[in-house]
Protein backbone atom coordinates (compact mmCIF):
# COMPACT_ATOMS: atom_id res chain seq x y z
CA UNK A 1 0.00 0.00 0.00
CA UNK A 2 3.06 2.31 0.91
CA UNK A 3 4.76 1.23 -2.19
CA UNK A 4 1.04 2.34 -4.36
CA UNK A 5 0.77 5.61 -2.81
CA UNK A 6 4.78 6.08 -3.32
CA UNK A 7 4.16 5.50 -7.04
CA UNK A 8 1.09 7.51 -7.03
CA UNK A 9 2.96 10.48 -6.03
CA UNK A 10 6.20 9.89 -8.12
CA UNK A 11 3.67 9.57 -11.28
CA UNK A 12 2.22 13.04 -10.36
CA UNK A 13 5.52 14.38 -10.08
CA UNK A 14 6.16 13.03 -13.24
CA UNK A 15 3.42 15.27 -14.67
CA UNK A 16 3.78 18.44 -13.29
CA UNK A 17 8.22 18.03 -14.07
CA UNK A 18 8.80 15.85 -17.32
CA UNK A 19 11.82 14.19 -16.23
CA UNK A 20 11.89 15.40 -13.04
CA UNK A 21 14.70 17.96 -14.21
CA UNK A 22 13.09 20.61 -11.78
CA UNK A 23 13.44 18.28 -8.98
CA UNK A 24 16.75 17.66 -9.47
CA UNK A 25 17.91 21.25 -9.99
CA UNK A 26 16.26 22.29 -6.62
CA UNK A 27 18.22 19.50 -4.78
CA UNK A 28 21.83 20.39 -6.34
CA UNK A 29 20.58 24.45 -5.47
CA UNK A 30 19.73 23.44 -1.81
CA UNK A 31 22.60 20.96 -0.86
CA UNK A 32 25.04 23.17 -2.55
CA UNK A 33 23.90 26.08 -0.67
CA UNK A 34 23.70 24.09 2.56
CA UNK A 35 27.32 22.37 2.27
CA UNK A 36 29.01 26.28 0.89
CA UNK A 37 26.91 27.83 4.25
CA UNK A 38 28.25 25.24 6.71
CA UNK A 39 32.12 25.55 5.50
CA UNK A 40 32.19 29.65 4.96
CA UNK A 41 30.17 30.23 8.06
CA UNK A 42 32.19 27.71 10.29
CA UNK A 43 35.27 29.02 8.72
CA UNK A 44 34.10 32.95 9.69
CA UNK A 45 32.96 31.61 13.30
CA UNK A 46 36.24 29.53 13.80
CA UNK A 47 38.54 33.02 12.61
CA UNK A 48 35.65 35.60 14.32
CA UNK A 49 35.05 36.95 11.29
CA UNK A 50 32.18 38.72 9.97
CA UNK A 51 29.40 36.28 8.89
CA UNK A 52 28.60 38.43 5.56
CA UNK A 53 32.04 37.06 3.97
CA UNK A 54 30.38 33.98 3.28
CA UNK A 55 27.69 35.87 1.52
CA UNK A 56 29.32 35.71 -2.33
CA UNK A 57 30.07 32.09 -2.10
CA UNK A 58 26.74 31.21 -0.81
CA UNK A 59 24.60 33.26 -3.53
CA UNK A 60 27.12 31.68 -6.16
CA UNK A 61 25.92 28.48 -4.70
CA UNK A 62 22.16 29.46 -4.69
CA UNK A 63 22.31 30.64 -8.40
CA UNK A 64 24.68 28.80 -10.50
CA UNK A 65 23.30 25.16 -10.50
CA UNK A 66 20.51 26.91 -12.33
CA UNK A 67 22.28 27.62 -15.19
CA UNK A 68 24.84 24.72 -15.32
CA UNK A 69 23.23 22.70 -18.01
CA UNK A 70 25.66 20.89 -20.51
CA UNK A 71 26.30 17.44 -20.89
CA UNK A 72 29.82 16.92 -21.70
CA UNK A 73 32.54 17.07 -18.33
CA UNK A 74 34.39 19.53 -19.68
CA UNK A 75 31.70 22.22 -20.68
CA UNK A 76 30.35 21.39 -17.34
CA UNK A 77 33.10 23.05 -15.89
CA UNK A 78 33.34 26.39 -17.97
CA UNK A 79 30.23 26.94 -17.58
CA UNK A 80 30.75 26.85 -13.62
CA UNK A 81 34.22 28.72 -14.16
CA UNK A 82 32.10 31.67 -16.31
CA UNK A 83 29.89 32.17 -13.82
CA UNK A 84 31.99 32.11 -10.86
CA UNK A 85 34.38 34.44 -12.90
CA UNK A 86 31.47 36.88 -13.78
CA UNK A 87 30.48 36.87 -9.88
CA UNK A 88 33.61 37.84 -8.34
CA UNK A 89 34.36 40.60 -11.05
CA UNK A 90 31.19 41.85 -10.06
CA UNK A 91 31.35 41.70 -6.20
CA UNK A 92 35.09 43.20 -6.48
CA UNK A 93 33.87 46.09 -8.55
CA UNK A 94 31.02 46.82 -6.62
CA UNK A 95 32.88 46.57 -3.02
CA UNK A 96 35.39 49.32 -4.95
CA UNK A 97 32.70 51.92 -6.24
CA UNK A 98 30.88 51.40 -3.38
CA UNK A 99 32.57 54.09 -1.72
CA UNK A 100 31.91 56.40 -4.44
CA UNK A 101 27.81 56.43 -4.38
CA UNK A 102 27.09 57.79 -7.88
CA UNK A 103 29.85 55.75 -9.51
CA UNK A 104 28.56 52.99 -8.10
CA UNK A 105 24.99 53.43 -9.32
CA UNK A 106 25.81 54.31 -12.48
CA UNK A 107 27.60 50.49 -12.42
CA UNK A 108 24.95 49.25 -11.48
CA UNK A 109 22.75 50.38 -14.49
CA UNK A 110 25.35 49.18 -16.69
CA UNK A 111 25.95 45.72 -14.99
CA UNK A 112 21.64 45.51 -15.49
CA UNK A 113 21.84 47.00 -19.47
CA UNK A 114 24.70 44.38 -19.88
CA UNK A 115 22.27 41.50 -18.40
CA UNK A 116 19.56 42.45 -20.56
CA UNK A 117 21.42 42.83 -23.92
CA UNK A 118 23.06 39.14 -23.30
CA UNK A 119 19.51 37.81 -21.63
CA UNK A 120 18.88 35.14 -24.41
CA UNK A 121 22.66 34.53 -25.38
CA UNK A 122 21.79 30.84 -23.84
CA UNK A 123 21.97 29.74 -20.44
CA UNK A 124 25.35 30.52 -19.66
CA UNK A 125 24.81 34.11 -20.53
CA UNK A 126 21.62 34.43 -18.78
CA UNK A 127 23.29 32.50 -15.66
CA UNK A 128 25.95 35.44 -15.51
CA UNK A 129 23.57 38.08 -16.05
CA UNK A 130 21.89 37.09 -12.98
CA UNK A 131 24.74 36.26 -10.79
CA UNK A 132 26.28 39.64 -11.75
CA UNK A 133 22.98 42.22 -10.83
CA UNK A 134 22.97 40.11 -7.76
CA UNK A 135 26.66 39.96 -6.89
CA UNK A 136 27.02 43.91 -7.59
CA UNK A 137 23.96 44.49 -5.59
CA UNK A 138 25.48 42.64 -2.86
CA UNK A 139 29.21 44.47 -3.11
CA UNK A 140 27.17 47.49 -2.80
CA UNK A 141 24.50 47.26 0.21
CA UNK A 142 27.59 45.30 2.38
CA UNK A 143 30.40 48.12 1.68
CA UNK A 144 33.17 45.86 2.35
CA UNK A 145 36.72 46.99 2.97
CA UNK A 146 39.55 46.09 0.49
CA UNK A 147 40.59 43.71 3.14
CA UNK A 148 36.75 42.10 3.17
CA UNK A 149 36.85 42.48 -0.48
CA UNK A 150 39.93 39.52 -0.61
CA UNK A 151 38.61 37.61 2.44
CA UNK A 152 34.87 37.28 0.64
CA UNK A 153 36.46 36.43 -2.82
CA UNK A 154 38.96 33.82 -1.35
CA UNK A 155 36.21 32.25 1.21
CA UNK A 156 33.37 32.26 -1.75
CA UNK A 157 35.55 29.46 -3.58
CA UNK A 158 33.23 27.25 -1.39
CA UNK A 159 30.61 28.31 -3.93
CA UNK A 160 31.96 26.72 -7.29
CA UNK A 161 33.88 23.30 -5.55
CA UNK A 162 30.43 22.97 -3.53
CA UNK A 163 28.11 23.01 -6.46
CA UNK A 164 30.86 20.55 -8.54
CA UNK A 165 31.02 17.97 -5.49
CA UNK A 166 27.19 18.01 -5.55
CA UNK A 167 26.58 18.64 -9.33
CA UNK A 168 29.41 15.72 -10.80
CA UNK A 169 29.14 13.18 -7.68
CA UNK A 170 26.04 13.90 -4.74
CA UNK A 171 23.08 13.98 -7.67
CA UNK A 172 25.02 13.94 -10.84
CA UNK A 173 23.33 14.66 -14.36
CA UNK A 174 22.44 11.53 -15.23
CA UNK A 175 21.91 11.50 -19.03
CA UNK A 176 19.96 8.22 -20.04
CA UNK A 177 18.19 8.22 -16.57
CA UNK A 178 16.11 11.34 -17.30
CA UNK A 179 15.77 10.25 -20.79
CA UNK A 180 13.53 7.56 -19.21
CA UNK A 181 12.10 9.80 -16.98
CA UNK A 182 10.95 11.80 -19.60
CA UNK A 183 9.73 9.23 -21.92
CA UNK A 184 7.75 8.00 -18.46
CA UNK A 185 6.16 11.19 -18.34
CA UNK A 186 5.16 11.40 -22.17
CA UNK A 187 3.21 7.90 -21.37
CA UNK A 188 1.74 9.32 -18.09
CA UNK A 189 0.29 12.36 -19.74
CA UNK A 190 -0.40 9.92 -23.11
CA UNK A 191 -2.87 7.77 -20.60
CA UNK A 192 -4.48 11.08 -19.61
CA UNK A 193 -5.53 11.85 -22.56
CA UNK A 194 -6.69 8.03 -22.85
CA UNK A 195 -8.59 8.76 -19.25
CA UNK A 196 -10.16 11.84 -20.33
CA UNK A 197 -9.38 12.95 -23.88
CA UNK A 198 -9.42 16.72 -24.17
CA UNK A 199 -7.42 19.79 -25.46
CA UNK A 200 -5.40 20.14 -22.01
CA UNK A 201 -4.37 16.95 -21.60
CA UNK A 202 -3.43 16.99 -25.41
CA UNK A 203 -1.43 20.17 -25.45
CA UNK A 204 0.13 18.83 -21.89
CA UNK A 205 1.58 15.59 -23.81
CA UNK A 206 2.74 17.69 -26.48
CA UNK A 207 4.86 19.52 -24.15
CA UNK A 208 6.53 16.34 -22.54
CA UNK A 209 7.08 15.54 -25.64
CA UNK A 210 9.25 18.66 -26.69
CA UNK A 211 10.78 18.31 -23.35
CA UNK A 212 12.03 14.57 -24.54
CA UNK A 213 12.98 15.94 -27.22
CA UNK A 214 15.46 18.30 -26.35
CA UNK A 215 16.44 14.96 -24.23
CA UNK A 216 17.15 13.82 -27.67
CA UNK A 217 18.90 16.26 -28.75
CA UNK A 218 20.85 16.14 -25.90
CA UNK A 219 21.87 12.11 -25.83
CA UNK A 220 21.69 11.51 -29.61
CA UNK A 221 21.62 8.03 -29.65
CA UNK A 222 22.17 5.83 -32.68
CA UNK A 223 18.47 4.91 -32.84
CA UNK A 224 17.54 8.49 -32.46
CA UNK A 225 15.00 8.03 -35.87
CA UNK A 226 13.27 5.41 -34.25
CA UNK A 227 12.84 6.82 -31.25
CA UNK A 228 11.45 10.15 -32.66
CA UNK A 229 9.19 7.68 -34.66
CA UNK A 230 7.57 6.52 -31.37
CA UNK A 231 6.86 9.78 -29.94
CA UNK A 232 4.76 10.64 -33.33
CA UNK A 233 3.15 7.84 -32.81
CA UNK A 234 1.95 8.20 -29.40
CA UNK A 235 1.14 12.16 -30.45
CA UNK A 236 -1.10 11.23 -33.69
CA UNK A 237 -2.90 8.29 -31.85
CA UNK A 238 -3.43 10.69 -29.10
CA UNK A 239 -5.01 13.08 -30.93
CA UNK A 240 -7.25 10.59 -33.01
CA UNK A 241 -8.39 9.60 -30.08
CA UNK A 242 -9.02 13.42 -29.11
CA UNK A 243 -10.64 14.68 -31.67
CA UNK A 244 -12.88 11.74 -32.41
CA UNK A 245 -16.13 13.38 -33.02
CA UNK A 246 -18.91 11.41 -31.33
CA UNK A 247 -17.47 8.42 -32.06
CA UNK A 248 -19.75 5.31 -31.42
CA UNK A 249 -18.75 2.96 -28.53
CA UNK A 250 -16.61 0.82 -31.21
CA UNK A 251 -14.52 3.62 -32.82
CA UNK A 252 -13.74 5.46 -29.63
CA UNK A 253 -13.01 1.70 -28.31
CA UNK A 254 -10.47 1.11 -31.60
CA UNK A 255 -8.78 4.22 -31.33
CA UNK A 256 -7.97 4.22 -27.44
CA UNK A 257 -6.62 0.54 -28.27
CA UNK A 258 -4.24 2.11 -31.00
CA UNK A 259 -3.11 4.42 -28.03
CA UNK A 260 -2.31 2.00 -25.79
CA UNK A 261 -0.32 0.04 -28.48
CA UNK A 262 1.64 3.28 -29.02
CA UNK A 263 1.98 3.75 -25.71
CA UNK A 264 3.49 0.22 -24.91
CA UNK A 265 5.80 0.30 -27.78
CA UNK A 266 7.22 3.83 -26.63
CA UNK A 267 8.06 2.40 -23.32
CA UNK A 268 9.56 -0.54 -24.87
CA UNK A 269 12.48 1.99 -25.93
CA UNK A 270 12.97 3.02 -21.67
CA UNK A 271 12.80 -0.65 -20.78
CA UNK A 272 15.35 -1.77 -23.64
CA UNK A 273 18.26 0.90 -21.82
CA UNK A 274 18.21 3.35 -24.85
CA UNK A 275 20.52 5.51 -24.93
CA UNK A 276 22.69 5.15 -22.15
CA UNK A 277 25.68 7.06 -23.51
CA UNK A 278 25.36 10.12 -24.52
CA UNK A 279 26.99 10.83 -27.93
CA UNK A 280 29.51 13.51 -27.69
CA UNK A 281 28.93 16.82 -28.97
CA UNK A 282 30.14 17.39 -32.67
CA UNK A 283 33.60 18.58 -31.87
CA UNK A 284 34.31 22.27 -31.36
CA UNK A 285 30.98 22.84 -33.09
CA UNK A 286 30.90 26.44 -31.54
CA UNK A 287 34.49 26.43 -32.14
CA UNK A 288 34.36 25.64 -35.69
CA UNK A 289 32.24 28.44 -36.73
CA UNK A 290 34.65 31.68 -37.78
CA UNK A 291 34.90 34.07 -35.45
CA UNK A 292 32.72 36.76 -37.98
CA UNK A 293 29.94 34.07 -38.04
CA UNK A 294 29.83 33.96 -34.24
CA UNK A 295 29.83 38.06 -33.66
CA UNK A 296 26.73 38.05 -36.70
CA UNK A 297 25.10 35.40 -34.39
CA UNK A 298 25.16 37.18 -31.47
CA UNK A 299 24.44 40.57 -32.40
CA UNK A 300 21.13 38.54 -33.86
CA UNK A 301 20.54 37.63 -29.99
CA UNK A 302 20.90 41.31 -28.53
CA UNK A 303 18.09 42.37 -27.07
CA UNK A 304 18.90 46.33 -27.07
CA UNK A 305 15.31 47.38 -26.91
CA UNK A 306 14.22 45.88 -24.06
CA UNK A 307 18.15 46.59 -22.08
CA UNK A 308 17.28 50.21 -22.85
CA UNK A 309 13.23 49.41 -20.97
CA UNK A 310 14.70 48.21 -18.13
CA UNK A 311 17.42 50.45 -17.32
CA UNK A 312 15.20 53.63 -17.82
CA UNK A 313 12.70 52.06 -15.47
CA UNK A 314 15.53 50.72 -13.05
CA UNK A 315 16.76 54.56 -13.29
CA UNK A 316 13.90 55.46 -11.96
CA UNK A 317 13.29 52.94 -9.38
CA UNK A 318 16.64 53.78 -8.23
CA UNK A 319 15.82 57.61 -7.63
CA UNK A 320 12.41 57.24 -6.12
CA UNK A 321 14.19 53.83 -4.39
CA UNK A 322 16.90 56.54 -2.50
CA UNK A 323 13.88 58.80 -1.28
CA UNK A 324 12.37 55.80 0.58
CA UNK A 325 15.67 53.67 1.96
CA UNK A 326 19.08 54.57 1.15
CA UNK A 327 20.36 51.33 2.16
CA UNK A 328 17.06 49.25 0.60
CA UNK A 329 16.42 50.70 -3.21
CA UNK A 330 17.87 47.49 -4.11
CA UNK A 331 15.20 45.85 -3.86
CA UNK A 332 12.96 48.68 -6.25
CA UNK A 333 15.74 48.52 -8.70
CA UNK A 334 16.07 44.89 -8.65
CA UNK A 335 12.63 44.58 -9.38
CA UNK A 336 12.59 46.13 -12.70
CA UNK A 337 14.90 43.14 -13.66
CA UNK A 338 13.15 40.39 -12.93
CA UNK A 339 9.96 42.44 -14.09
CA UNK A 340 11.75 43.08 -17.63
CA UNK A 341 13.75 39.84 -17.96
CA UNK A 342 12.02 37.66 -20.70
CA UNK A 343 8.99 39.77 -21.30
CA UNK A 344 7.90 41.06 -24.70
CA UNK A 345 4.74 42.64 -24.47
CA UNK A 346 2.59 45.11 -21.99
CA UNK A 347 0.74 42.10 -20.56
CA UNK A 348 3.77 40.26 -20.17
CA UNK A 349 5.40 42.90 -18.23
CA UNK A 350 1.94 43.34 -16.12
CA UNK A 351 1.43 39.55 -15.80
CA UNK A 352 5.10 39.04 -14.52
CA UNK A 353 4.96 42.59 -11.85
CA UNK A 354 1.55 41.03 -10.89
CA UNK A 355 3.33 37.82 -9.66
CA UNK A 356 6.03 39.27 -8.00
CA UNK A 357 3.82 41.65 -5.89
CA UNK A 358 1.59 38.46 -4.48
CA UNK A 359 4.51 36.48 -4.06
CA UNK A 360 5.98 39.64 -2.10
CA UNK A 361 3.24 39.99 0.13
CA UNK A 362 2.32 36.32 0.56
CA UNK A 363 6.09 35.62 1.66
CA UNK A 364 6.06 38.40 3.87
CA UNK A 365 3.44 37.73 5.48
CA UNK A 366 4.72 34.19 5.73
CA UNK A 367 8.32 35.43 7.09
CA UNK A 368 7.03 37.74 9.82
CA UNK A 369 5.01 34.43 11.18
CA UNK A 370 8.00 32.24 11.20
CA UNK A 371 11.00 34.68 12.49
CA UNK A 372 9.48 34.19 16.37
CA UNK A 373 8.71 30.56 16.75
CA UNK A 374 12.12 29.55 14.72
CA UNK A 375 14.62 32.30 16.47
CA UNK A 376 15.53 30.03 19.20
CA UNK A 377 15.60 26.97 17.07
CA UNK A 378 18.84 27.18 14.94
CA UNK A 379 18.35 23.91 13.39
CA UNK A 380 14.33 24.23 12.75
CA UNK A 381 15.71 27.89 11.28
CA UNK A 382 18.32 26.29 8.97
CA UNK A 383 15.68 23.74 7.88
CA UNK A 384 13.43 26.30 6.66
CA UNK A 385 16.17 28.19 4.69
CA UNK A 386 17.13 24.93 2.93
CA UNK A 387 13.44 24.46 2.56
CA UNK A 388 13.26 28.15 0.87
CA UNK A 389 15.80 27.97 -1.62
CA UNK A 390 14.70 23.89 -2.43
CA UNK A 391 11.08 25.78 -3.31
CA UNK A 392 12.79 28.63 -5.12
CA UNK A 393 15.02 27.19 -7.37
CA UNK A 394 12.23 24.53 -8.11
CA UNK A 395 9.61 27.32 -9.18
CA UNK A 396 11.69 30.76 -10.51
CA UNK A 397 11.92 29.36 -13.77
CA UNK A 398 8.90 28.06 -14.33
CA UNK A 399 5.87 29.69 -11.65
CA UNK A 400 7.26 32.91 -11.29
CA UNK A 401 4.70 33.63 -8.16
CA UNK A 402 5.73 30.47 -6.10
CA UNK A 403 9.60 31.27 -6.60
CA UNK A 404 9.44 35.26 -5.61
CA UNK A 405 7.12 33.77 -2.36
CA UNK A 406 10.02 31.27 -1.09
CA UNK A 407 12.93 33.89 -1.31
CA UNK A 408 10.75 36.88 0.26
CA UNK A 409 10.50 33.91 3.33
CA UNK A 410 14.32 33.34 2.79
CA UNK A 411 15.23 36.94 3.02
CA UNK A 412 12.82 37.65 5.93
CA UNK A 413 14.22 34.58 7.77
CA UNK A 414 18.02 35.73 7.34
CA UNK A 415 17.10 39.53 8.52
CA UNK A 416 15.19 38.02 11.11
CA UNK A 417 18.30 35.97 12.57
CA UNK A 418 20.67 39.07 12.16
CA UNK A 419 18.39 41.03 14.57
CA UNK A 420 16.35 43.50 12.33
CA UNK A 421 12.93 44.32 13.37
CA UNK A 422 11.04 42.21 11.04
CA UNK A 423 7.47 44.96 10.71
CA UNK A 424 9.64 47.89 9.30
CA UNK A 425 11.67 45.76 7.02
CA UNK A 426 8.55 43.85 5.63
CA UNK A 427 7.08 47.26 4.98
CA UNK A 428 9.83 48.60 3.21
CA UNK A 429 10.33 45.36 1.30
CA UNK A 430 6.53 45.55 0.16
CA UNK A 431 6.89 49.32 -1.03
CA UNK A 432 9.96 49.05 -2.59
CA UNK A 433 8.87 46.08 -4.90
CA UNK A 434 5.69 47.77 -5.59
CA UNK A 435 7.75 51.01 -6.78
CA UNK A 436 10.19 48.57 -8.92
CA UNK A 437 6.46 47.10 -10.47
CA UNK A 438 5.02 50.71 -10.69
CA UNK A 439 7.90 51.71 -12.23
CA UNK A 440 8.03 49.03 -14.60
CA UNK A 441 4.09 49.25 -15.77
CA UNK A 442 4.64 52.61 -16.94
CA UNK A 443 8.01 52.03 -19.11
CA UNK A 444 5.83 48.86 -20.81
CA UNK A 445 2.71 51.61 -21.53
CA UNK A 446 5.25 54.52 -22.74
CA UNK A 447 8.22 52.47 -24.04
CA UNK A 448 6.68 48.59 -25.33
CA UNK A 449 6.23 48.87 -28.77
CA UNK A 450 4.41 45.49 -28.75
CA UNK A 451 1.14 45.67 -27.61
CA UNK A 452 -0.36 41.98 -25.94
CA UNK A 453 -2.82 40.97 -28.52
CA UNK A 454 -0.17 42.41 -31.08
CA UNK A 455 2.31 39.84 -29.40
CA UNK A 456 -0.34 36.93 -29.48
CA UNK A 457 -1.21 38.18 -33.23
CA UNK A 458 2.72 37.75 -34.26
CA UNK A 459 2.77 34.47 -32.28
CA UNK A 460 -0.27 33.11 -33.99
CA UNK A 461 1.42 33.87 -37.55
CA UNK A 462 4.31 31.87 -36.62
CA UNK A 463 2.25 29.02 -36.38
CA UNK A 464 0.45 29.79 -39.43
CA UNK A 465 3.95 29.86 -41.12
CA UNK A 466 5.16 26.52 -39.31
CA UNK A 467 1.88 25.03 -40.76
CA UNK A 468 2.19 25.98 -43.98
CA UNK A 469 5.92 24.64 -44.20
CA UNK A 470 4.76 21.25 -42.58
CA UNK A 471 2.21 20.98 -45.51
CA UNK A 472 4.58 21.53 -47.73
CA UNK A 473 7.21 19.27 -47.06
CA UNK A 474 4.36 16.36 -45.92
CA UNK A 475 2.38 16.84 -48.77
CA UNK A 476 5.23 15.60 -51.14
CA UNK A 477 5.21 12.04 -52.78
CA UNK A 478 8.59 11.21 -51.02
CA UNK A 479 8.80 12.32 -47.50
CA UNK A 480 11.15 15.26 -47.21
CA UNK A 481 13.90 15.14 -44.81
CA UNK A 482 13.19 18.35 -43.12
CA UNK A 483 9.63 17.20 -42.18
CA UNK A 484 10.13 16.28 -38.63
CA UNK A 485 11.91 19.46 -37.73
CA UNK A 486 9.24 21.61 -39.45
CA UNK A 487 6.49 19.34 -37.22
CA UNK A 488 8.79 20.02 -34.13
CA UNK A 489 9.31 23.74 -35.21
CA UNK A 490 5.36 23.85 -34.85
CA UNK A 491 4.96 22.45 -32.13
CA UNK A 492 7.26 25.46 -30.29
CA UNK A 493 5.66 28.03 -32.07
CA UNK A 494 2.45 26.52 -30.67
CA UNK A 495 4.51 26.48 -27.36
CA UNK A 496 4.95 30.17 -27.62
CA UNK A 497 1.35 30.82 -28.54
CA UNK A 498 0.20 29.12 -25.70
CA UNK A 499 2.45 31.08 -23.65
CA UNK A 500 1.82 34.52 -25.16
CA UNK A 501 -1.97 33.96 -24.35
CA UNK A 502 -1.63 33.44 -20.63
CA UNK A 503 -1.46 36.99 -19.59
CA UNK A 504 -4.53 37.73 -21.54
CA UNK A 505 -6.22 34.75 -20.03
CA UNK A 506 -5.62 35.75 -16.64
CA UNK A 507 -6.19 39.96 -17.38
CA UNK A 508 -9.69 39.39 -18.45
CA UNK A 509 -11.10 42.88 -17.06
CA UNK A 510 -8.35 44.58 -18.79
CA UNK A 511 -7.76 42.78 -22.08
CA UNK A 512 -10.14 40.62 -24.02
CA UNK A 513 -8.91 38.95 -27.58
CA UNK A 514 -12.13 36.41 -28.11
CA UNK A 515 -11.23 35.98 -31.87
CA UNK A 516 -7.75 34.08 -31.08
CA UNK A 517 -8.87 32.66 -28.02
CA UNK A 518 -11.72 31.30 -29.33
CA UNK A 519 -9.67 29.37 -32.48
CA UNK A 520 -7.59 27.71 -30.33
CA UNK A 521 -9.08 24.61 -30.25
CA UNK A 522 -9.29 24.53 -33.95
CA UNK A 523 -5.44 25.13 -34.08
CA UNK A 524 -4.62 22.14 -32.06
CA UNK A 525 -6.99 19.98 -34.44
CA UNK A 526 -5.25 21.96 -37.22
CA UNK A 527 -1.93 20.89 -35.59
CA UNK A 528 -3.11 17.30 -35.15
CA UNK A 529 -3.69 16.80 -38.16
CA UNK A 530 -0.74 18.35 -39.28
CA UNK A 531 0.88 15.73 -37.28
CA UNK A 532 -1.00 12.75 -38.95
CA UNK A 533 0.81 13.98 -42.12
CA UNK A 534 4.47 13.68 -40.96
CA UNK A 535 3.86 10.35 -39.51
CA UNK A 536 6.77 8.45 -41.37
CA UNK A 537 4.72 4.80 -40.10
CA UNK A 538 0.92 5.69 -42.01
CA UNK A 539 2.26 4.95 -46.04
CA UNK A 540 -0.39 3.08 -48.30
CA UNK A 541 -0.73 1.43 -51.56
CA UNK A 542 -3.55 2.05 -53.79
CA UNK A 543 -4.37 1.07 -57.44
CA UNK A 544 -2.71 3.21 -60.11
CA UNK A 545 -6.53 4.54 -61.00
CA UNK A 546 -7.54 5.43 -57.65
CA UNK A 547 -3.97 7.08 -56.74
CA UNK A 548 -4.26 9.49 -60.00
CA UNK A 549 -7.71 10.78 -58.42
CA UNK A 550 -6.05 10.53 -54.79
CA UNK A 551 -3.15 12.71 -56.13
CA UNK A 552 -5.50 15.18 -57.67
CA UNK A 553 -7.98 15.42 -54.91
CA UNK A 554 -4.97 16.00 -52.63
CA UNK A 555 -3.57 18.44 -54.78
CA UNK A 556 -6.80 20.40 -54.25
CA UNK A 557 -6.62 20.31 -51.11
CA UNK A 558 -2.80 21.19 -50.46
CA UNK A 559 -3.89 24.21 -52.84
CA UNK A 560 -6.87 25.44 -50.61
CA UNK A 561 -5.04 24.99 -47.14
CA UNK A 562 -2.11 27.09 -48.47
CA UNK A 563 -4.65 29.40 -49.78
CA UNK A 564 -6.47 29.97 -46.98
CA UNK A 565 -2.74 29.91 -45.04
CA UNK A 566 -1.30 32.58 -47.19
CA UNK A 567 -4.52 34.75 -46.73
CA UNK A 568 -4.32 34.17 -42.70
CA UNK A 569 -0.93 34.54 -42.48
CA UNK A 570 -0.86 38.34 -44.23
CA UNK A 571 -3.44 39.32 -41.87
CA UNK A 572 -1.46 38.72 -38.62
CA UNK A 573 1.18 40.27 -40.38
CA UNK A 574 0.05 43.30 -40.89
CA UNK A 575 -1.26 43.52 -44.43
CA UNK A 576 -4.89 43.40 -43.15
CA UNK A 577 -6.28 45.26 -46.34
CA UNK A 578 -4.38 43.13 -48.49
CA UNK A 579 -5.65 39.98 -47.18
CA UNK A 580 -9.57 41.42 -47.42
CA UNK A 581 -8.84 42.28 -50.59
CA UNK A 582 -7.24 38.97 -52.00
CA UNK A 583 -9.47 36.50 -49.19
CA UNK A 584 -10.16 33.23 -50.95
CA UNK A 585 -10.05 34.72 -54.41
CA UNK A 586 -6.06 33.86 -54.04
CA UNK A 587 -5.19 30.85 -55.10
CA UNK A 588 -1.27 29.54 -54.83
CA UNK A 589 -0.51 27.04 -57.11
CA UNK A 590 1.11 24.28 -54.98
CA UNK A 591 1.21 20.97 -57.40
CA UNK A 592 3.36 22.24 -59.99
CA UNK A 593 6.10 22.45 -57.07
CA UNK A 594 4.54 19.45 -55.01
CA UNK A 595 3.71 16.02 -56.34
CA UNK A 596 1.01 15.12 -53.72
CA UNK A 597 1.24 11.31 -51.92
CA UNK A 598 -2.23 9.74 -52.43
CA UNK A 599 -1.85 8.04 -49.57
CA UNK A 600 -2.01 11.08 -47.41
CA UNK A 601 -5.40 12.23 -49.28
CA UNK A 602 -7.26 11.63 -46.09
CA UNK A 603 -5.60 13.24 -43.86
CA UNK A 604 -4.91 16.39 -46.14
CA UNK A 605 -8.94 16.62 -46.32
CA UNK A 606 -8.74 16.70 -42.43
CA UNK A 607 -6.66 19.25 -42.59
CA UNK A 608 -8.67 21.18 -45.18
CA UNK A 609 -11.81 20.98 -42.66
CA UNK A 610 -9.55 22.14 -39.60
CA UNK A 611 -7.73 24.86 -41.65
CA UNK A 612 -11.79 26.27 -43.10
CA UNK A 613 -12.81 26.07 -39.56
CA UNK A 614 -9.87 28.21 -37.99
CA UNK A 615 -10.29 30.62 -41.43
CA UNK A 616 -13.97 31.15 -40.40
CA UNK A 617 -13.12 31.57 -36.44
CA UNK A 618 -9.79 34.07 -37.22
CA UNK A 619 -11.52 36.24 -39.89
CA UNK A 620 -15.26 36.69 -38.54
CA UNK A 621 -16.25 39.93 -37.01
CA UNK A 622 -15.60 40.95 -33.39
CA UNK A 623 -18.48 41.98 -30.94
CA UNK A 624 -17.73 45.47 -31.28
CA UNK A 625 -19.09 46.20 -27.40
CA UNK A 626 -16.22 44.05 -26.29
CA UNK A 627 -13.51 46.32 -27.59
CA UNK A 628 -13.56 48.45 -24.67
CA UNK A 629 -11.76 46.02 -23.04
CA UNK A 630 -8.69 46.02 -25.17
CA UNK A 631 -8.08 49.44 -24.87
CA UNK A 632 -5.27 49.17 -22.24
CA UNK A 633 -2.98 47.18 -23.97
CA UNK A 634 -3.65 47.34 -27.43
CA UNK A 635 -3.94 51.53 -27.97
CA UNK A 636 -0.53 51.90 -28.46
CA UNK A 637 0.17 48.95 -30.94
CA UNK A 638 2.72 49.85 -33.47
Known sequence: MIAAAFSRVADRLLVADPGLVRLHTALRVALACLLTG??????????????????????????????????????????????????????????????????????FLVVMFVGMLVQACGPRALGCAMLGVVCFYLGLYLHPSSLHVVQSLLLSAFGPLMVALVGRVIVPMRAAASFRLAIHTVTLRASRVLAAPSAVHLSALNEAALSLEEQLALLNPPDAERIRERIVEVEVAAGQHAFASAPAHGSAQASADVLRHAIARLKELAHRGHARHASPFSAGSAGAQSMARWFADLRTKLCWLPATRATTAAFLAMLIGHSLSPERWFWAVITTFVVFLGTRSRADTVYRGAQRLAGTLAGALVSVLLVAPLHDSPVLLVAAMVLCVFGWAYYILSAYAPGVFFITVLVGLV?????????????????????????????????????????????????????????????????????????????????????????????????????????????????HWARVLTDPSRRGASSEDVALNAADVGAAHVESIVARLDSLIARYSGDVARAARDGLDKRVSVTAAVDVDPAKTPALAQLDGAVAQLFDRLTQPVVKTRSVFNWALRGRSA
Not at 66 to 78: E, T
Not at 481 to 488: N, S, V, Y
Open 38 to 107: IASIAWTVFRHQPITLAAPGILFAMVAPLFVRDARRPAWFGTVFCLYLCACVCFAAAGVLSRYPLAGDAG
Open 415 to 527: YGELGFAMGPLVELRIEEVLVGCLVSFAIAILMMPLAATRHVEARLGSVLGALREVVRLAGATAQAPGTAPAMRKLDRAWHDLRIALKPLQTQRVVVWNPGVELATGSLLCCL
